[in-house]
């Protein structure tokens, strides 16, 4: 989807910061349907026209291969920057440092890779951190004892892996709570339906399921709800409004909220300013802490951020 610069004049542009005609700002995330990543490439796309970029949004759906073509066409392109949600840590980073030769300006968010000195920021979401109070909030939930089930994400995604982690550092703590079933849902509301059904039928004893996602975590709560069980806990990590309408709906006890808008526009701030200076003034690693979203606060949150 490509913006042009007609589609700026919404925004009130001031002749005091305005890009060179020329300069495309390329937008790629993992998904356009998935309403965390729709917030990423909304809230990047919009910061970029109001500085005057061109914007073009493209998502790569985990596929490392479209990745690269996407990737590709920027380059050819001649792309100023580039806000990147990776496909992947290992399979990402050799196309980085690809667009990077061609003199393109790359700005991660949401996901992190192992290698630095190839992008000029990685801006993340402290995912440890994050899980960490959402497997508080969740112990607590189930008064530190009974069996729970976990919704992991996908595999080779390394927020899964670190979520499922910042998980059991606080919840292994805890010799009553037992873990009787653990599956991957790939990130997937349709899979974590069919997956919770499953566990439930094996282990009717699960008194809660911790999700590493809202999208898994709705449809655990439907899969509950179909099995007319309310007394199952459940929680999730994204701080989406459907999981905060949830939260309120007594459906899910808690999530987290990553902050997807303001993490996608210090992104694009940082591009607009290492476009003009040849420097973001920053470390390249930049991790943002993320919110506890219950039923005492849910009003203050939305759209992956909370209200002023």
């Given at each position: ?157 390394a927020n899964a892996q670190i979520r499922t982690q910042g998980f059991h550092a606080v919840l292994d703590a805890s010799p009553a709570l037992k873990l009787v079933s ?127």
């Open positions: 989807m490509l913006i042009t610069l007609t589609s700026a004049l919404l925004f009130n542009l001031t002749a005091c910061h305005r890009a060179p005609q020329s300069s495309l700002i390329a937008i790629i995330v993992p998904s356009q349907d998935n309403p965390y990543f729709k917030v990423e490439a909304e809230a990047a796309a919009a910061r970029a026209l109001q500085f005057g970029y061109r914007v073009r949004i493209d998502a790569h759906n985990d596929d490392a291969y479209r990745q690269d073509n996407l990737i590709d066409a920027a380059i050819a392109s001649n792309a100023a920057a580039l806000i990147l949600d990776n496909a992947g840590t290992d399979a990402s980073i050799s196309t980085i440092r690809r667009a990077t030769q061609a003199g393109i300006a790359v700005f991660l968010i949401d996901r992190e890779i192992s290698v630095r000195g190839i992008a000029k920021a990685q801006i993340i979401s402290d995912n440890d951190q994050g899980a960490r109070l959402a497997a508080i909030a969740f112990a607590k939930a189930l008064n530190n004892h009974g069996d729970y089930a976990e919704l992991i994400g996908r595999e080779s995604d653990a599956q991957s849902a790939n990130w997937s509301q349709s899979e974590a339906f069919q997956k919770t059904e499953t566990m439930l039928q094996a282990h009717p004893s699960i008194t809660g399921i911790i999700a590493g996602n809202d999208t898994m975590a709705l449809g655990a709560a439907a899969a509950v709800k179909g099995a007319n069980r309310p007394d199952i806990r459940i929680t999730g990590f994204d701080g989406s409004n459907d999981a905060i309408d949830a939260i309120n709906a007594n459906e899910l006890t808690a999530t987290v909220l990553q902050p997807a808008a303001y993490i996608s526009q210090m992104a694009v701030d940082q591009a607009d300013l290492f476009i003009r200076t040849r420097s973001t003034g920053k470390p390249e690693l930049q991790i943002i802490p993320c919110d506890l979203v219950d039923k005492s606060n849910a009003a203050h949150y939305k759209d992956f951020a909370k209200l002023p």
